[in-house]
């Protein structure tokens, strides 16, 4: 069974820096691209960037510069470290499969103090 975790969520001050984790298990990570997305308070959930398997980036404009996307293929994990943190940024970030419809995890919450 197919599972990815998120974690390294919490609160932070504008201005600071967040790292988080995307672990999976069940499934080869590295032959798959792997989004990070982020659902605000009211807000429809919306895509941050993703990794391709080869390892090219690509990211929401929002974030483009602050938010940086890698993977660690030997630990079937990916990350997002996150800089420069706004207010705008407070969410709950998930991650998953990119261009699948797989079910959403828990996500991690982070939450930035202006």
């Known amino acids: 069974q197919v599972q990815l975790v998120e974690s390294g969520g919490g609160l932070v001050q504008a201005g600071g820096s967040l790292r988080l984790s995307c672990a999976a298990s069940?499934?080869?990570?590295?032959?798959?691209?792997v989004g990070w997305f982020r659902q605000a308070p009211g807000k429809q959930r919306e895509l941050v960037g993703f990794?391709?398997?080869?390892?090219?980036?690509n990211y929401a404009s929002s974030v483009k510069g602050r938010f940086t996307i890698s993977r660690d293929n030997a630990k079937n994990t990916v990350y997002l470290q996150m800089d420069s943190l706004k207010s705008e940024d407070t969410a709950v970030y998930y991650c998953n499969l990119y261009g699948s419809n797989r079910p959403w995890g828990q996500g991690t919450q982070v939450t930035v103090s202006s």
């Open positions: 990794i391709t398997s080869g390892g090219r980036t």
């Open positions: 069940g499934i080869i990570f590295s032959i798959n691209a």
